[in-house]
């Protein structure tokens, strides 16, 4: 699976950005389809994911701000990001997980988002 991410950029806080991501190659056994961020010096978190079944879960930290969605015939998944903050400063690495017999993680490269005070 490879997995092309975009829609970073630089936005006042407030604002809002819509991130894409799309998996191609070999998609069939998809799971999951998620979001993870990274900031300099921290550890990469679980921004938002989305199953099969359209269950989603939210960090706290985005809960009512951010909206994880999936396009499923076309295997993409967006994230929109609204009333941004200062500390959702971070590189936004989409994630896929296949299930097929066990699970296979797969990451995209990341797209930056800096958010401005």
């Known amino acids: 699976v490879q997995l092309q991410a975009s829609g970073g950029g630089l936005v006042q806080a407030g604002g809002s950005l819509r991130l894409s991501c799309a998996a191609s190659?070999?998609?069939?056994?998809?799971?999951?389809m998620g979001w993870y961020r990274q900031a300099p010096g921290k550890k990469r978190e679980l921004v938002a994911d989305?199953?099969?079944?359209?269950?989603?879960n939210y960090a706290d930290s985005v809960e009512g701000r951010f909206t994880i969605s999936r396009d499923y015939a076309n295997d993409m998944v967006y994230l929109q990001m609204n009333s941004l903050k200062p500390e959702d400063t971070a590189k936004y690495y989409c994630k896929v997980t296949r299930r097929i017999l066990r699970d296979y993680h797969y990451w995209g490269q990341g797209t930056l988002v800096t958010v401005s005070s």
């Open positions: 190659g070999t998609t069939l056994g998809i799971s999951v």
């Open positions: 989305i199953t099969n079944g359209g269950s989603t």
